[in-house]
């Protein structure tokens, strides 16, 4: 199995050459501080860890996967001492405020951190990832003391945290959930019902777990008016087991060294965190951060199978090129000459490099969200980190998991065999379609809520940017072959969600058969933005002599594969959005058995 080897090149190009990230971190006066030196020490810190501490684990930690016993969670060998010495490392604390013991770094270096994590163990990964929601949460709605309580701990790393959302009923519709929640004269609640799919809900790797729970007060409006949030700790501070206590752990496809629990709230007692019924309100802090953090797991899928992938295919030899033997030494070439395995390659690394740049930028506007004092400012980058989430979290899991399937086909046989890695891969990211809002909700976030339901706005804010990058470089001949496609392809997106919307205001099932098809589209069409954008940057790069010439030829052979290979897939969606929805919707329920 290939261990783990951060991409650190690829990421100092995303942040330094394309984001200009110290620039970007200046403005923000939160960040001045954050200058290249310090991003750089990071990122080989993290990945010194990554590789060294979580990589060697994570086949191990898959094959042994969590242990049940009555309430209490096992995780696997090496898992409690990765987690002390991240801990130690101060890993956890990077992006959470200095009042409370973080170190005030911004929140995208923390992002950058979470990748190395996640593609080195997502298991792993998961349980301090948690703790980062949970954070971000209490930070933004919490009281003074409940800040004190509860923050510190969360960021030294003391306690981690989760959130605590659906119930075996309800999955992701939450205006159904029956927990209850009932106020005591202490102005404590008593919590009680049954949790499903929590992460890290339950395990041996810190001394206190605080899980965020969503439940109903006792005068409560039905549905998602009526969910108030609570903080629900596994231990009170005052050191006394609360009620709360897991019920059993599922058994997965994947990510097994990750506890997904069964939580049981037996008169827990709990706190309230925000206003009564404005639960949900608040629990979207978390849900936004947990969603770009599963968009970077399918960047995570593609990078980690990627890696494997290449390395097999630079070693593996099985017949003779086409064009004649490349290694005339040898019985036969190595695959990687072969164009279908080329094809493959070319895939993943298409995807895993340009989903790091969407992240990554992704991120960038989630730094000015969390701390400027600007109204318009704070406003603008919402609306485009809104807008970007659903897209990044839908798209980049299902590209994702496309990569990492290409994984296996690289090693052929091989790939279906456990010991190699590359199996393990396609099963502990297929949840990433799932958790967090599947990918069919995401779709119908991005085109309802997003764009529909804002005449639009939220995508112009967007393809106004596109459209000035092709504007800018419109002159440019080596650029042509980027931006004349890009152009067109901006523009029709207006065009089709017009087309879209006016089908809509006649029978609302038109938007929800398109939704899937115009996300993935919205996908394809960001990504050919952000590509351009790289080759762009590769370009002038080149033409200045600066740097190492090869990677920035490599980069834009990327990208005209990109643009060559794979955005035609935008035509085929287009299609099936123009096929509307009659002909989903035409047959009876009844006709489907026969």
């Excluded at 593609?119 to 703790?131: D, E, K, V």
């Excluded at 504007?471 to 969600?497: I, R």
């Excluded at 980069?555 to 990109?562: G, N, R, W």
């Amino acid at each position: 199995m290939a261990q783990y080897k951060a991409p650190l090149r690829d990421m100092q190009f995303v942040l330094h050459d394309m984001l200009n990230i110290e620039n970007h971190y200046a403005s923000i006066p939160a960040f001045a501080d954050t200058n290249r030196e310090l991003v750089d020490s990071v990122l080989e810190a993290g990945a010194q860890f990554c590789e060294n501490e979580l990589s060697p684990i994570n086949r191990s930690g898959d094959e042994e996967g969590c242990q049940f016993n009555d309430g209490e969670v096992s995780t696997p060998k090496g898992f409690k001492e990765a987690y002390k010495k991240y801990v130690e490392l101060g890993f956890g604390s990077l992006s959470a405020p200095v009042e409370h013991g973080g170190q005030g770094l911004p929140p995208s270096l923390g992002v950058v951190m979470s990748e190395m994590m996640g593609t080195a163990n997502w298991s792993w990964g998961m349980y301090p990832g948690l703790s980062h929601g949970a954070i971000n949460t209490v930070e933004a709605h919490g009281s003074a003391e409940q800040k004190e309580v509860y923050l510190t701990k969360l960021i030294s790393g003391e306690w981690t945290g989760t959130m605590c959302l659906t119930e075996s009923h309800a999955g992701s519709d939450l205006g159904l959930i029956r927990t209850k929640a009932e106020p005591q004269a202490d102005g404590s609640y008593k919590i009680s019902g049954t949790k499903i799919f929590i992460s890290a809900g339950e395990h041996d790797m810190a001394d206190n777990i605080v899980h965020i729970v969503l439940a109903r007060l006792p005068d409560a409006p039905k549905g998602t008016k009526g969910i108030s949030l609570f903080i629900v700790p596994k231990f009170m501070p005052t050191g006394e087991r609360n009620g709360v206590k897991c019920g059993s752990i599922e058994h997965k496809m994947g990510i097994k060294a990750s506890a997904t629990c069964v939580m049981n709230f037996d008169e827990a007692t709990g706190f309230l965190i925000g206003p009564p019924n404005k639960g949900l309100n608040c629990m979207f802090t978390f849900m936004n951060t947990a969603r770009i953090g599963t968009a970077m797991q399918g960047v995570a899928a593609a990078e980690g199978s990627f890696q494997g992938a290449l390395e097999y295919a630079r070693d593996r030899i099985a017949m003779r090129s086409l064009t004649g033997p490349k290694n005339p030494e040898k019985e036969a070439d190595v695959i990687i000459v072969h164009p279908a395995v080329r094809q493959l390659l070319l895939t993943q690394k298409a995807f895993a490099e340009g989903g790091r740049a969407m992240v990554y930028l992704l991120s960038s506007y989630n730094d000015i969200v969390s701390t400027t004092q600007n109204a318009d400012e704070k406003k603008a980058a919402d609306d485009m980190m809104s807008f970007l989430t659903p897209i990044a979290k839908a798209f980049l899991t299902e590209v994702g998991y496309e990569a990492a399937n290409h994984g296996v086909q690289v090693f052929g046989g091989h790939g279906f065999i456990r010991e190699w890695g590359m199996e393990q891969i396609v099963r502990d990211t297929r949840i990433a379609l799932l958790y967090e809002g599947t990918t069919q909700i995401q779709a119908l976030d991005l085109l309802g809520r997003k764009v529909l339901q804002t005449q639009g706005g939220m995508l112009r804010n967007f393809t106004k940017v596109v459209h000035k990058f092709c504007q800018t470089h419109e002159g440019n001949a080596d650029m042509a072959q980027f931006v004349t496609p890009l152009a067109a392809l901006n523009k029709e997106w207006g065009d089709v969600t017009m087309r879209i919307g006016m089908k809509a205001m006649g029978n609302a099932d038109e938007a929800g058969a398109a939704a899937v098809d115009y996300m993935m589209y919205s996908g394809y069409v960001t990504l050919a933005y952000l590509w351009a954008w790289m080759a762009q940057v590769a370009q002038a790069k080149l033409a200045a002599g600066e740097g190492d010439a090869e990677f920035y030829k490599a980069k834009i052979q990327t990208a005209q594969f990109y643009f060559k290979k794979i955005l035609p897939r935008t035509k085929g969606h287009i299609e099936m959005i123009d096929g509307g929805a009659e002909t989903l919707m035409q047959m009876s329920a009844d006709a489907f058995a026969f």
